[in-house]
Nanobody
């Protein structure tokens, strides 16, 4: 079955950077759509960024200009480069994937994704 495994989370001070990775198994990152979500304690899970098979990307307003989503098709891996981190970026970050659909780089709802990873924790201290 499809597996998505996130890594790269950790603790960092405000203003710092982290890069998250999501390695996919039995799922083609190059042919489909894949995204990052995050969930802070007591909050709903929010869409952060997405990328489709054509390398089109889309971002939530809260991270635009600070985060960059990318993928390495040869490694079947999704990345999230997070710069200028803020305390409000503290959350569990999840990788989510689905089959290709036109416009799927900007699908913001959890139900629109079929596959999920277990998450990686990001903690930003101010």
């Amino acid at each position: 079955q499809v597996q998505l495994v996130e890594s790269g989370g950790g603790s960092v001070q405000a203003g710092g950077s982290l890069r998250l990775s999501c390695v996919a198994s039995r799922y083609s990152v190059s042919s489909n759509c894949i995204a990052w979500f995050r969930q802070a304690p007591g909050a709903q899970r929010d869409w952060v960024a997405g990328i489709d098979r054509g390398q089109s990307t889309s971002y939530a307003d809260s991270v635009k200009g600070r985060f960059t989503v990318s993928k390495d098709n040869a490694k079947n891996t999704l990345y999230l480069q997070m710069n200028s981190l803020k305390a409000e970026d503290t959350a569990m970050y999840y990788c989510a994937a689905r089959e290709f659909l036109l416009g799927c780089a900007a699908l913001p709802r959890q139900v629109q994704y079929k596959y999920w990873g277990q998450g990686t924790q990001v903690t930003v201290s101010s």
